[in-house]
């Protein structure tokens, strides 16, 4: 991690070697995305999950240093009531839905940039 940036930055520096300053919205500095910065990431991570297996899903679990949105995940899991969890696939509860609900109220689009409550419905909620 380069100095003065956090986690949940991405680096100010280019893959270039360059010096990218986070602009300034209102009070907050908002980080440029890799197309803003006419680059392109390795995207390691498949788009798609749904054929996980439970094998898969095991071995999630018994990573030593699991990348932290699988922390996350299954930290979410490991906390929930299992009264909770047996109602939501007893009742088959969109959980997706849920999700984007979340979201939508949060007022952010899809690379975490403030919309405004008005647009991130309509991003998330179609």
């Known amino acids: 991690m380069h100095r003065g940036s956090t986690s949940s930055i991405a680096s100010p520096i280019s893959s270039s070697g360059s010096f990218t300053v986070p602009k300034m919205i209102g009070r907050y500095f908002v980080q440029a995305t890799a197309d803003e910065m006419g680059q392109t990431f390795l995207n390691v991570m498949p788009d798609d999950h749904s054929k996980m297996s439970y094998c898969d899903i095991r071995h999630i679990r018994m990573d030593r240093e699991p990348l932290p ?58």
């Open 69 to 126: 949105h699988w922390e996350a995940i299954t930290g979410m899991f490991s906390v929930a009531d299992g009264e909770i969890l047996r109602y939501l696939l007893h009742a088959k509860v969109p959980i997706e839905m849920f999700v984007r609900h979340e979201l939508a109220s949060r007022g952010y689009d899809k690379n975490h940039r403030w919309c405004g409550f008005d647009k991130a419905e309509e991003i998330w909620l179609k």
